[in-house]
């Protein structure tokens, strides 16, 4: 495959939604690339670094678009990128799904929510997904969307994978405490709500000026059950250049062994 041609989706790696055979899209995506990666040290922001001849921030997107659940993606990014995101990006690969763009924040907390604010009303469900997340797989989309669906007094569902070193609680470098590593997990993305109730969640945070750390943080402050989906380990978020190249190996393996939807 050329560096400038776009890869066409296989029919046959698409996957079924999780609990229907035959699923009606009720989910928007929202696929956050507004950040500017400085600690990643390119000035075209890691969202634009080429991965396996194509912009990082498409990756997200073939998955998306490949997931029976999802009918619309939204994808923000910052104003200065926004014919970027089209001609670089969008123009690079056919797509299902519509797709608009939405202006970026100054956090991340403010783009979700600008995203949010611009999904369509006709979706009851919405996925957040940090485009620096690149490995993200179909199947756990599909997962995480099914696990709210499923349970209607589930506040939302998070991709994580749980703790396997040790935990170290310190001060000043001094450590006070071993926590039991049992319960802890490490969050990852796409995180799953109910559009109505995470739009809800945001607003109050503004309300307040609270500043979470991700958007399930935003649903437990307000007293909402968000659960723990075991996702892979290969869904790394890119932040450093070293990570990158990790990217790179798995996801070579990927189009190796599954072809990643992707037709030569």
């Not at 749980?162 to 001060?171: F, I, Q």
């Not at 399930?216 to 250049?241: F, H, I, Y």
């Amino acid at each position: 495959m050329s560096e400038r041609e776009a890869p066409r989706p296989a029919a046959c790696a698409c996957p079924q939604r999780v609990d229907e055979p035959s699923p009606k899209p009720d989910a928007c995506a929202v696929i956050v690339a507004g950040g500017r990666g400085e600690r990643f040290g390119d000035p075209r922001g890691k969202q634009f670094v080429e991965l396996r001849g194509l912009p990082l921030v498409c990756w997200s997107l073939l998955a998306f678009d490949r997931a029976p659940s999802v009918g619309h993606v939204v994808v923000v990014c910052a104003p200065e990128r926004i014919a970027q995101v089209r001609d670089e990006v969008l123009a690079r690969v056919p797509l299902r799904c519509d797709v608009s763009l939405a202006v970026a924040g100054q956090t991340r907390q403010q783009s979700v929510l600008s995203g949010l604010n611009d999904a369509p009303d006709r979706f009851d469900l919405v996925a957040i997904h940090d485009a620096a997340r690149p490995l993200v797989s179909t199947a756990s989309i599909e997962e995480v969307l099914a696990a709210v669906r499923r349970d209607s007094g589930l506040g939302g569902a998070i991709c994580a994978t749980r703790a396997t070193d040790t935990l170290k609680l310190a001060e000043d470098g001094v450590i006070i405490a071993t926590p039991d590593r049992s319960f802890y997990w490490m969050a990852q993305t796409p995180q799953a709500f109910r559009r109505r109730d995470i739009l809800m969640a945001h607003k109050a945070a503004v309300r307040d000026g609270y500043e979470g750390t991700d958007d399930a943080s935003l649903m437990e402050r307000r007293g909402g059950r968000v659960l723990c989906v075991q996702a892979s380990r290969d869904n790394l978020k890119v932040t450093l250049p070293e990570d990158l190249a990790m990217a790179e190996v798995l996801l070579e393996r990927r189009l190796i062994l599954e072809g990643c939807g992707l037709g030569e």
